[in-house]
């Protein structure tokens, strides 16, 4: 009976396979090894992808922007600011999830509101629906901002910026320049110094939760405050100084003009104006001629102004002295078959009497009177074929040939003021040298009080009888329309023929160029009107009355004392009429 049992039992137990339980053993140690094996690759060999994935959702980075800095004269009045403005954006992928399109008359308020079709603007937004950036309009008023904000188009947004924003105006414009819609500067002042008038910009890293909230600050960059930048431009002589020149381009319907104005010991840059000019606020169709710095960038030959320097040579190098008479009859004479010759003949000339008529066969033959080498080396000391020091970009170094060969007649009308060509400023520069007893010292648009460093290229005794000499061109030559009243000015006309392909064209260019006051210079004043339109032309006629009135107004400005002999004149004259 109990072997029948025992072995009803052994039928009954199960007949479980032993490799079934090796494949479950192995699933589950698979599993187990893949688990240990992705956590080991995440954690060990390639930990950052998770990280820059949890980075993605809760690290941030808000920008701290700083304003522009602005451009000051040298008084402090600006000429460039910053004026907050916003930005208008859109999100097309938001705008498309929240079927932001569907609000027709929104999205044509806000058209209207910025100038545009409205269908060109929907039109962006339906052909990028996947973009998360696009900008609708750059720098709007804070008004239109308000009016856009509550509008509440699912996607626009909007973004705090700033614009430029100039004062002056077309006065200062081409000194100044001006910036792109980027805030970056393309022009002027605003491009020279764009580093300095940027500074640069900070951040703040943080993270925030699922709510969007700040939890915690991970790191802040500190903004690097920009600078502020002083000119040597005085704004009151400089719009007095485009004034004047605005009102003779006009008048004697000329190309354009230049107007500037220097001071003599320290080199600074107190007026630097031309015309046409246009307005920094508003360029749209603008031509772009009309960006040019005409003072800086243009040359052209200066003419009679050069007379002075040619008699200066001849003065250093002691081919001439200040009694020298020279006999310029019969009034015209040939030079390798080329005729040089004044308008009439007139016989023999002091010094003076050369700069009062301006005498060709005069100047000729003092600056004959000295070696070829001598003469150039004098033009290339005076500062022309070099910049003036300003730093601007776009400033010319002008045309002076350093070639070995000249012939006679090519010396003669160099020491008259053709076969070179300058630009305004370097002009002015060289009177500034005279004015300041042949002392050549670099120009400068930055304000400094630093003292500049100057260089001696012409003898003080020589220099100073020049500016002398061009007292008599104002009081006894064809240059009264220059005279100032209550100070003595000097100066020198040049009236150039126009340069073309192949020789000399019809048109022509005025210049005036002087210092003042003639007893203890102040300032040089270069006054330059291109291709006048009517039938005067002459330097004496249309650049000498600008000259006057700007230098009226600038010594008046800067309470310049004027000479001791027009006060005792005019206390004189005050005497005599109360014994009347």
Known sequence: MNKVAAKKNKQLKPNTAPWRFYVVAAVIVLVYGVIAARSAYIQVIEPDMLKKQGDRRSKRIASLNVQRGSIVDRNGDELAVSVPVETVWADPKIV?????????????????VLGKDVNEVTARIVKNPNKRFLYVERQVSPAMAEYIKQLKIPGIHLRKESKRFYP?????AHVVGFTNVDDKGIEGIERVYDDKLTGTSGSKRFRKDAKGRKIEILSVEEATPPQDVALSIDQRIQALAYKELKGAVRAFKAT?????VVNVHTGDILALAN???????NRKNTAIHRFR?????????????MKPLSMLTALEFGSAEQSTVIDTGPGWMRLGGRRVSDPINRGKLSLQDILVTSSNMGTTKLALSVPKEFLLDRFFDAGFGEDTGTGLIGETMG??????R??????ATLSWGYGLAISPLQLARFYATLANGGVK????????????QGERVFGEEQAKYIVSLLEGVVTEGGASRAAVDGYRVGGKTGTAIKAVPGGYGNDYVGLFAGVAPISNPELAVVVVINEPGGDLYHGGEIAAPVFSRVMQGALQVLNVEPDAHTRIVEANKGEGDNNA
């Open 399 to 404: 045309m002076m040939s350093s070639r070995s």
């Open 441 to 452: 010292i670099p120009l400068r648009i930055m304000k400094s009080d630093a003292l500049p």
């Open 256 to 260: 354009s003009g230049s107007v500037v």
């Open 293 to 305: 710095n005409r003072a800086i960038t243009d040359v052209y030959e200066p003419g009679s102004t």
């Open 168 to 172: 002056a105006g077309e006065i200062s």
């Open 96 to 112: 498309m999830e929240n079927n932001g399109l569907a609000m027709e008359k929104h999205w044509q308020a806000l058209a209207d």
């Open 275 to 281: 015309s046409p000019s246009f307005n920094p606020n």
């Open 406 to 411: 000249w012939s006679q007649y090519e010396l």
